[in-house]
């Protein structure tokens, strides 16, 4: 049987080793384990969330409704946008899906940073396109627009704040470069990590109802993975231009998210104040880590998001083998060597999580 | 913004109506209504799934094990194959989804039966590729064969027993038709309702393990939204060569399946008991539809699934009114016009639904 042959070139996506997996190869008791691997919210999920879905078990036989009237009517109301704009996602990941399907086609390109999500350039490549990024590690405006006049991509990709370096653009910088572009590129702004930048600058923030309104080409994509506490849900969305939101929608699987997930996602926007703690929580425990990365003369990147970044000394540690070294005992972290980076992506935890993850990393690093 | 010119042609996929509509739109209180549209299960869903659920509701923060080791372990012991053989979709539609866009380019074909699932043609449609299908109600292979000779279709669609007429096929046949097909054409054997079907004929068994050794080009689907009761939870799996698994793995998004989902569709294969006195109420409860329709000399097709199509008298009711009428009151069937047939498909459901629609049947028709 011959498959396409786009398939050939496409790599498989590497995730956070899950907390089964250590369980499995290396005999650890569950409790003992503590991934901080995969940006997941530390604190959970709200526990009106937990509640609703325990009274909600009854409705798993049922199809959702696939209108998902409640959860985009909740979306257009916390964005200030109308319910025509929004679409439901399993995941981001699958808004992302949807938009390049609906655009590219073999032989296309598309744009990116340096260092980012690798899930845009494999649905890029499923389509038969071809992935232009810059040398950057950070996001370099600059560059995206000289590659952008050199290589006409139909669709640009900004992740602000960025996985997995945790830098963000200040919001006067991305709308001058959106100035820049043609309105027939599409540009696809990822603001998954966008609650977190707002709260340590708000400077960074990027507001969905805005740049839609001031640049139609804009789909805006967030989840519901992170602030809110529902990786394992998978749920996430676009805003966009109606028009743009009718393309993916050809392109929509009926009941794209199962019923549990949109109940939750609708029932964890109304919980503001478990999102607040949370943030503060994280912005305060990130200076832990900055403070032990500087006292151990570590370079860090400065992060906007629920992670901190921090690069070893080549000369003397191997990202591989201190990730290595931290999974045997139960602590797993996020290995960026795939990515070319001989550095540690660490989720901030609860401070009891961080306390033993610094612990141990005072003693290796 | 272009978007692919394939997405022009594709039609929006119509669902069972949800009753979260039926209460909007005509003011019903959910007790109410009574769905019996979707094929989804009366029973609900295993009690033990239920109490795994509720007691899981702390793992939605986390995302799911990529590798869905404990499900496909379980699928694999389930129907006799190496969990190498085994995809998990979010429904058995994105394994539809992933077989389409694993082989189909703009100009292809895929060949179907007349009246069939609907979503096959969407996706086909999707990736540019033409639907060609028999002109008759019933699976007719003579005139598959016949289609197939003269389109060269890169995939066959066989769905049995079928939806929405509810038809099966013999195992036999099906093995007579396949030994025509070239190895290089997919066929895909969309097994939603087997169970149901060979709980009333042990001879429209086909199973995974067989089919699959026998003819390495097929591909088997199945659900966990029927039996199983989990419709909402969307998760289907296919089963195949491990050539063709690997071609879906590059086109599958991670995290696929929810955290939720895959752990309920994994409890839901333990709990035979639930699914064994669901079979049997099934057949029990179809029996008496087919005693009315015979009482009334209303064409019925011979159903091996959850539901049955009864064709109304054209020359005295129009399905479309007598649905509306029924909507209006909460009782929601499935008016298959959009399918060209002036016929209600009813989900078989508890002896006390069925009591109600009876009743209504009755009068009305």
Redesign the interface.
Known sequence: ????PA?DK?P??E??K????VV?EYGISPEKVL?LA?N??PY??SPK??EV??EA???????????Y??LKDALAKTHGVDAKNVIQG??S??IF?FAT???L?PGDKILQNGKTFS?YSIYAG?CGAETIQTNSELHDLDQFLDLYKKHSPKIIFICTPCNPIGDALDQSDVYTFLQKIS??T?IVLDAAYMEFGKTRDPKKEVQASDIISKFP?VLYTNTF?KIY??????IGYGIASE??IR?F???R?????????QL?AATALSDREFVENYLKSNLKEMIRYEEFAKKKGLFYFESYANFITIKLDQAKLDSTQTFETLLKEGIILRNLKSYGLNALRITIGRPEQNDRVLERLSELL
């Open positions: 049987m011959r498959f396409q398939l496409i498989a996506y995730a956070g899950p907390i089964e997996l499995r991934k995969s997941e919210n959970g999920v969330v937990s879905i325990k078990v009854y409705k798993m036989p049922l199809y959702p409704d696939d209108s009237k409640a399993n995941g990941d699958q899906d399907r609906s655009i086609s899930m499923q309105p027939d599409m080409n993975s506490g529902l990786g394992g849900m998978r028009e743009m393309a929608y050809k392109l699987p009926p009941f794209n998210v199962s019923q549990l997930s939750a």
